[in-house]
């Protein structure tokens, strides 16, 4: 279920690449979660978790810019933020929860050490 959460959260982030044109912004954010789930790799999990951080701060960034445009042109701006600033928060609620330990466990690491081939 916190992977769906995830993954709702990429789709929006998608549309607003998608709105901006950056097509391998879309296609990170559709990929990503998927890959995550098929593969259940630690990796997988921690590039989603960044992904959806690194949206959180796009749509801060973006809340600002559209707010000072609105203010400057004297037209309201509130209830933009407020949608905004939710789905900023929401999103890095997301991130937050794939640090879960119940979503952990299906992620293993991958083992340390000189075994490892590493």
Known sequence: MTLAFAALFCLILAGHFLRMGALAGVLVCLALPVVAALTRARWALRA???????????????????????????????????????????????????????????????????AAGG
């Open 48 to 114: 989603l978790q960044a992904l959806l951080v690194i949206g959180s701060a796009s749509w801060i960034a973006t809340a600002l810019r559209i707010g000072a445009q609105r203010r400057a042109a004297g037209e309201p701006w509130l209830r933009m933020a407020l949608i905004l600033g939710t789905v900023a928060a929401l999103s890095a609620l997301a991130a937050g929860l794939l640090s879960r330990r119940s979503v952990l466990e299906r992620f293993p690491a991958p083992p340390e050490g000189p």
